[in-house]
């Protein structure tokens, strides 16, 4: 079985200040790796995805991630942030290959507040 | 182009009603996961169908059942409801087969349901 541990579950920063938010992740096989966002009274949007190659990994609105095996972590960073940045993010995991589409394993997310 | 769609949005239901919840998959995908997410917590996989039978399923009860139609689209059935059950109901499509593209589920925006 697989599990994700998001290490902060609310972070505050102020706008235009960098932001990392961690996540660690467990499997005994080799798995795929996602960052999804949340607004509020909304579905889920993917930000970025990690399935093979290089570690470092370049999504939508200015984040990326960097997957550490060695670590088990994958942790989602942006060098500025936005008011706009404001939701809820939530690191996942899916175990690669097969027929899994569907199956993703989430953590409990992390409440990013960006402040004026 | 219509993403996935979820009806009805909002939904009140007393303990031990049953429920219905319907879902219409993004144009071109095949298959269609669930997912619950309580308040506060991430998004848990409650089943998934491709060629209307269920592929996968999580740690759910029996009391949770689904159905996938010959277009795709999807419902999930609730019966003898729980406090517990109030949740967001979230869908999400997928294109099986896709390799680029594994693991991408496109969401919708959830149905809100309250059991009273």
């Known amino acids: 079985a697989q599990s994700v541990t998001q290490l902060d579950s609310q972070v505050p920063v102020f706008e235009e200040a960098p932001v990392e938010l961690r996540c660690n992740y467990s499997s005994s096989v080799s798995v795929y790796l996602f960052w999804y966002v949340q607004y509020p009274n909304q579905g889920l949007q993917l930000l970025l995805k990690?399935?093979?190659?290089?570690?470092l990994v370049k999504g939508i609105n200015g984040f990326e991630a960097e997957f550490n095996k060695s670590q088990t972590s994958f942790h989602l960073r942006k060098p500025s942030v936005h008011i706009s940045d404001t939701a809820e993010y939530f690191c996942?995991?899916?175990?690669?290959?097969?027929?899994?589409?569907?199956?993703?394993?989430f953590g409990q997310g992390t409440i990013l507040t960006v402040h004026p | 182009d219509a993403g996935v769609t979820q009806s009805p949005t909002h939904l009140i239901k007393t303990r031990g009603q049953q429920v219905t919840l319907r879902c219409s998959p993004k144009?071109?995908?095949?298959?269609v996961s669930w997912y619950q997410q309580a308040l506060g917590q991430g998004p848990q996989f409650i089943f998934q169908?491709?060629?209307?039978?269920?592929?996968q399923r999580g740690n759910f009860p029996d009391r949770f059942s689904g159905h996938q139609f010959p277009n795709y689209s999807s419902e999930l059935n609730v019966n003898a409801l729980l406090l517990g059950d109030s949740a967001l109901y979230l869908c999400a499509s997928s294109q099986t087969g896709r390799l680029t593209g594994a693991g991408e589920l496109f969401f919708g925006e959830g149905s809100r349901l309250t059991v009273l």
């Open positions: 169908y491709y060629e209307e039978e269920e592929r």
């Open positions: 996942a995991v899916r175990v690669a290959g097969g027929t899994s589409y569907g199956k993703l394993t």
């Open positions: 990690y399935l093979s190659g290089s570690t």
């Open positions: 144009s071109g995908h095949d298959t």
